[in-house]
């Protein structure tokens, strides 16, 4: 049985800094593009950070500079790291696994079951 869970998400004033973590099971998750999404209210679901079978990386451009992506291989868990929030990346945000080599056009088979994040400004 395949799961992602996220967990870290909350709520933080503009400016401030998060950490969201995703542990993987049931997968073998270096074989798969593993990312980052997020969903404003009113908004499509957005990619925002991934990782390809390689190790390679792509951002989004709304997050670069503020957000990292990261991985711990050891323990089967993805990170990222959101510095400089901003009120509009409240989102319900979403681990990912699938196929692809750019976080903004990929095949998701396995989502997570999200974890809110909300910024006030």
Not at 79 to 88: A, H, R
Request: charged share 20%.
């Amino acid at each position: 049985q395949v799961e992602l869970v996220e967990s870290g998400g909350g709520s933080v004033q503009s400016g401030g800094s998060l950490r969201l973590s995703c542990v993987v099971s049931g997968i073998t998750y270096r074989h798969y593009f593993m990312a980052w999404f997020r969903r404003a209210p009113g908004k499509e679901r957005e990619g925002v950070a991934g990782f390809d079978k390689d190790g390679i990386i792509t951002y989004a451009d709304s997050v670069k500079g503020r957000f990292t992506i990261s991985r711990d291989n050891d323990k089967n868990t993805l990170y990222l790291q959101m510095n400089s929030l901003k009120p509009e990346d409240t989102a319900m945000y979403y681990c990912a696994a699938g196929a692809g080599t750019i976080v903004t056009d990929m095949v998701v088979f396995y989502w997570g079951q999200g974890t809110q994040v909300t910024v006030s400004s």
